[in-house]
């Protein structure tokens, strides 16, 4: 009898296994035909060996600078951007247990955002500045979200409530000082409404890459413990998990992540939201759902950012896509999570 | 409670409007002398002060209205779908307002400001059967939280297709976006005179939707038990709502939370009796966005703040309050 049963969770193991690394594979692959794409085409083609030939450094009449100054640092930043706001989402919704405690439904999107918007306008900061800003802005922001819904205990609904009427405040104070901004034009206001990844530099992309080797790195170190904390506090403790010390690293790698990303794309709406819930039906629960985020989160911004771009009848920032995308998902989630039969 | 209280209440909350849109006269970027506010009353525009106050007089008064409006609107909402988080702001109702407008001016080119109204009416109509059908699907009904979710969501979508929609367009981009703010600066006795037949029927139609509101708050089985046509006492509720924050959100732009804030207020004050809760919140909301609109002339001096961020600034916390205090039912 054992052996039989130690042999079918042995055969289910290798199962999950199998489908992992085939999915992990498959958004691997799919996230880098999407990069080709979005550096050799655009306004118009260029052919793939010359974007090669600009990526070895080569310097190629025209393909030089449409590839190399305006498509490469965009693809750059929408990749990393969105691999931040992925694995932030999915460390954030696996730490709180509910797939709606998404730092972009709570607020903590916007924090950094406001941040970014008061340091740029008002203060003058830019560059590395402005992410060390928005990280101690959106810290500030998750603490108080979680302070205010503390009642004896932290209640997902709670949670997400507060984090709503917070986010509204923020969304006002944003719409306050950008209208206070000399000649902010629409697009640039765009930006810190609901995320571009427009007229992107190389530089902008440095800091979300500190952030993604840091943070990322912080959380994938904790991604078992992280798992483990979804079992409930009391066998997380049973099984030797440092319950509170794996929380903070989790909440400071996580609004790190999104804070820096914000700092440079704005806050790119439902990236956050959607990443975890797509890959965990792609992988079917299997392991850890950081990495697997992460690849999410960058395919939809990269692919995002393209359709707004080129493929409607004007140009949007990804933002808006992403937004257009990620509300009906959430509405079908209400629906969904609440629906007949399931509890 | 007895009246007298309550009578008392009135007059003093009557009172305070009253000051307060006096306040909103006279206090400014200039603050006016009340004897150029009663020159101006009379007509003079001879001095400075009294043009203030020339520009000043509109602006008041369709603060007053439209915080009458969305204090009453959304005490009809919350008594409509005994849900105290129950807001137009929250619900969406003010982007679906938005949107339709964006969408009628883009596409259809409208222009006339009757049109304007129609649109917004119906853009708010629509979204509020939208988001609260959505709410209320599945296990539950339309509990605060899926409520509040289905509103967000959609309002998040509705604003990003109002961008899809005025992005393009460089020449309606400014208008609707210094629109979308939400705000009475720019107030004109000619906005007023069209939104108030609006105004009035969905005031008349909600002051009289208090006593069904009475029925309905015992839960639908007793309500129809005692002979209330519930389906038909919801509809006219929740059209004289629509009407309300449709036409103020024409005229002001979506302005967010005083629905919320007003109701809740009113029951501490009053108790649970519709009857004066709907009256009581028309004060209130009045008195409310005056007071928003006057505080944002001051703090932001020289310039001023939108009157649509200061209620979001006062309301947002008062919604974390609520959100607390409230025993907000599980996911």
């Not at chain 2, 001016?105 to 009757?114: N, P, T």
């Amino acid at each position: 009898m054992t052996t039989i049963a130690l042999s079918a969770v042995r055969a289910d193991r290798r199962a999950r296994r199998i489908r992992r690394t085939t999915v992990l594979g498959f958004l691997s692959a799919v996230l880098l035909a999407l990069f080709a794409f979005a550096l050799s085409s655009g306004q118009s083609f260029t052919p793939p060996l010359q974007v090669l030939r600009v990526l070895m450094g080569e310097e190629v009449p025209g393909a030089s600078f449409t590839v190399g100054q305006l498509r490469l640092p965009r693809a750059v930043l929408a990749v990393l951007a969105g691999m931040s706001f992925g694995m932030g989402g999915a460390a954030f919704q696996t730490m709180l247990r509910n797939p709606l405690a998404s730092p972009d439904i709570i607020g903590i999107n916007l924090g950094a955002s406001a941040a970014a918007v008061f340091g740029i306008v008002v203060l003058g900061l830019d560059g590395a500045g402005v992410s060390v800003f928005a990280i101690v802005a959106g810290l500030g922001v998750a603490l108080t979200i979680f302070g205010l819904s503390w009642r004896g205990g932290i209640s997902g609904t709670r949670l997400i409530l507060v984090g709503i009427g917070v986010a509204a405040m923020l969304e006002s104070f944003i719409s306050y000082v950008l209208s206070q901004a000399p000649a902010w034009d629409m697009q640039e206001a765009m930006r810190w409404m609901s995320g571009s990844v427009n007229a992107a530099q190389m530089d902008q992309a440095l800091p979300v890459l500190a952030a993604l080797v840091i943070f990322g790195g912080a959380l994938l170190v904790r991604a078992k413990d992280l798992e483990v904390l979804t079992l409930g506090d009391d066998m997380a403790a049973a099984l030797g998990t440092p319950i509170t010390r794996t929380r903070i690293v989790v909440m400071i790698a996580s609004v790190g992540l999104i804070a820096v990303a914000t700092a440079a794309t704005g806050p790119i709406l439902f990236v956050a939201f959607l990443s975890a819930p797509i890959a965990v039906r792609l992988t079917g629960h299997s392991g850890s759902s950081l990495i697997p985020a992460g690849l999410v989160g960058a395919t939809l911004v990269l692919a995002g950012d393209h359709v707004g771009q080129f493929l409607l009848p004007a140009r949007y920032p990804v933002g808006v896509v992403t937004a257009a995308l990620g509300a009906p998902y959430l509405i079908y989630l209400i629906i969904r999570t609440h629906g007949g039969g399931r509890a | 409670m007895t009246s007298a209280p309550r009578l008392l209440w009135l007059i003093g909350v009557f009172g305070l409007l009253i000051f307060l849109a006096l306040l909103s006269i006279r206090i400014g970027t200039r603050a006016v002398s009340l004897g150029d506010v009663f020159a101006a009353l009379q007509g003079q525009v001879d001095s400075i002060g009294q043009a203030a106050v020339a520009t000043r007089l509109p602006r008041t008064l369709l603060a007053v209205l439209a915080g009458a409006a969305l204090g009453l609107s959304g005490a009809v909402m919350q008594g409509v779908t005994r849900n105290p988080l129950a807001e137009p702001g929250l619900l969406g109702v003010n982007t679906g307002a938005s949107l339709a407008i964006a969408i009628g001016v883009a596409w259809f080119g409208i222009v006339s400001a009757q049109a304007f109204v129609w649109t917004a009416i119906l853009g708010a109509g629509a979204t509020a059967v939208f988001v609260y059908a959505i709410g209320s699907l599945g296990r539950g009904g339309a509990t605060p939280l899926k409520l509040t979710l289905a509103g967000v969501a959609t309002s998040i979508a509705f604003t990003s297709l109002v961008i899809a929609i005025v992005l393009p367009r460089a020449d309606i981009a400014g208008g609707i976006r210094s629109w979308q703010i939400g705000g009475v600066g720019g107030a004109t006795f000619d906005t007023i005179r069209l939104v108030l037949p609006f105004l009035i029927a969905g005031f008349v139609m909600a002051l009289l939707s208090a006593r069904k509101l009475n029925a309905l708050a015992m839960g639908d089985e007793l309500a129809a038990g005692l002979g209330e046509r519930v389906a038909l006492a919801r509809g006219v509720s929740a059209l004289a709502a629509i009407v309300l924050c449709g036409a103020t959100t024409a005229a002001c732009g979506p302005i967010g939370f005083v629905g919320l804030v007003v109701p809740h207020l009113c029951r501490l004050l009053v108790g649970v009796d519709h009857r004066w809760i709907l009256p009581f919140s028309a004060l209130i909301g009045a008195g409310l966005l005056t007071a928003a609109d006057v505080l944002g002339r001051i703090v932001a001096r020289p310039s001023e703040l939108e009157v649509g961020i200061v209620t979001a600034f006062l309301g947002a916390p008062f919604f974390i309050w609520i959100v607390r205090r409230q025993r907000v039912r599980e996911l």
